[in-house]
C-alpha cells in the first residue's frame, strides 16, 4: 500500500515556475514507478510524466517538453514535478501516482495508487 499527498500548487503568472512536490508513506516506494497526470475542468486525466523506480529512465508529454522536469528521490520518499515557462493551458488539478508497471507506464488504468491533487493555476 502506498499513500501519496502532493504539495507545491498555486497561483503563478504565464512565464513564472513551480515545483510539485509528492511525499509517499510506505516501505515499497523505491520499487514504482512515478507519475504525474493533470485533469483540467471538463477534459479527461492526462498524462504529464513518469519516471522509472531508481530515476535511470524518464518521459515526459509532448506538451509539456522541454518545459517540465520529473524527478525523485527515494531516500526522502519523494518524487516532483519542476514546472517552467508555466502557460494558461497547464492550469489543471496536477495528480502524483504510482505503478508497479515493468515498462514506461503513461496510461491511467496502468497506475494503482493516486494522490488527491494540486490545483496549478496559471494566469495570463
Known amino acids: 500500500q502506498v499513500q501519496l499527498v502532493e504539495s507545491g500548487g498555486g497561483l503563478v503568472q504565464a512565464g513564472g515556475s513551480l515545483r510539485l512536490s509528492c511525499a509517499a508513506s510506505?516501505?515499497?516506494?523505491?520499487?514504482?514507478?512515478m507519475g504525474w497526470f493533470r485533469q483540467a475542468p471538463g477534459k479527461e486525466r492526462e498524462f504529464v510524466a513518469t519516471?522509472?523506480?531508481?530515476?535511470?529512465?524518464?518521459y515526459v508529454a509532448d506538451s509539456v517538453k522541454g518545459r517540465f522536469t520529473i524527478s525523485r528521490d527515494n531516500a526522502k520518499i519523494t518524487v516532483y514535478l519542476q514546472m517552467n515557462s508555466l502557460k494558461p493551458e497547464d492550469t489543471a488539478v496536477y495528480y502524483c501516482?504510482?505503478?508497479?508497471?515493468?515498462?514506461?507506464?503513461?496510461?491511467?488504468?496502468?497506475?494503482?495508487?493516486w494522490g488527491q491533487g494540486t490545483q496549478v493555476t496559471v494566469s495570463s
Open positions: 519516471i522509472s523506480w531508481n530515476g535511470g529512465s524518464t
Open positions: 510506505g516501505s515499497t516506494f523505491s520499487s514504482y514507478a
Open positions: 501516482a504510482a505503478s508497479g508497471a515493468q515498462a514506461i507506464p503513461v496510461l491511467v488504468y496502468e497506475y494503482n495508487y
